[in-house]
């Protein structure tokens, strides 16, 4: 359980650390790194992209645009610690969270995947007791994220270990004061075409799509 600490000391901590810099109101679109009309081979079909980026992600952008007066200008990652708790905004919070959610977890993937680098290797071995420990425990924690979220795995920067947190809905570890490394979207809408009802079996494959060079870079970036 992470102590709740007042969006001051908040945004402090947030100018030392971030994960998408680039990432600003107003909100766009981001540019996907790979062909989304091509699907992410051997995973996701073109048609189960097409539906989560153009229809799902964009819905989050739109509608953040429409409610974000006086934040031109604000990195997304500023703004989801400004109005984190914040009851008039939660609609604003959870745009803002599903455009930044969203983004992060396009960029953990790639068609076909990417080796994991040595250094990434080490850290999840030290923390976890291997690689394959790991992905059977981020597996299980997906799998048993009850309902819509996110399964991420995150530098604790209290410890500087490795950790495996679940949100729901529109939730973001940088909320509670973690920095993350790699993202599962477990909302439905991000497998359904393609797998149905069966999380356990998107999450067994999602392995073969990781972009474990960006995790890496990720990795780095937290570590600082």
Known sequence: MFRRLSSAPRLVAMMQYSSLPDLKYPAELPKLPFEWKEGVAPVFSARQLELHYTKHHKAYVDK???????????????ILVELNGKPDQKVAFNQAAQHFNHTFYWHCLTPNG??????????????????????????????NNFGSGWTWLCVDPKSGKLVLHNTSNAGCPLTEGLRPIFTADVWEHAYYKDFENRRPDYLKELWKVVNWEYVAQQLTNAKK
């Open 64 to 78: 953040l645009n429409t409610l974000g007066k006086g934040l031109e200008g604000k990195t997304i990652e500023s």
């Open 114 to 143: 990417k080796a994991m680098p040595k250094a990434l290797e080490e850290a999840i071995t030290k923390d976890f007791g291997s690689v394959e420990k790991f992905k059977e425990a981020f597996q299980t924690s997906g799998a």
